[in-house]
């Protein structure tokens, strides 16, 4: 991933979320070391204190912590955390998005379940 310089999403988001997207991917596991803000800032070619504000919002979501001296490492439940937070906040504003279209397409809660379930067994 590169951080996309025309998003309107802040670079500090971007970094941040790109961690998430490690630790969920296994590739950060529980007390590996975290890319350092200097690190961070060469392989992405930005700010030291940019990258410094993404780690910061993982450290206060607590999925990073602080070892003075040694760095910021991943906190034992940081995958879980991501992935209740995730299911949480996005499956329900998506959730709540389906059921409001569906209701102004008077699709019945029948028929949108069918539909759910139809898509689940076409993943499958």
Do not use: C
Not at 66 to 72: A, D, N, Q, T, Y
């Amino acid at each position: 991933m590169y951080v996309n310089l025309d998003s309107t999403t802040p670079i500090y988001i971007q970094i941040a979320e790109w961690l998430q997207h490690e630790i969920v991917a296994d590739r950060l596991q529980t007390d590996d070391k975290v890319y350092s803000q200097y690190q961070l800032a060469e392989l992405f070619n930005i700010n030291p204190a940019t990258a410094g504000k993404g780690l910061t919002i993982l450290l206060e979501e607590q999925l990073l912590y602080k070892k003075r001296g040694l760095g910021m490492f991943v906190t034992t439940d940081a995958k879980e955390r991501i992935l209740t937070k995730r299911r949480n906040e996005t499956l329900t504003k998506m959730a709540q998005n389906l059921v409001i279209e569906a209701n102004r397409l008077l699709v019945s809660d029948e028929e949108l379940l069918a539909l759910i379930r139809r898509t689940q067994e076409g993943l499958k």
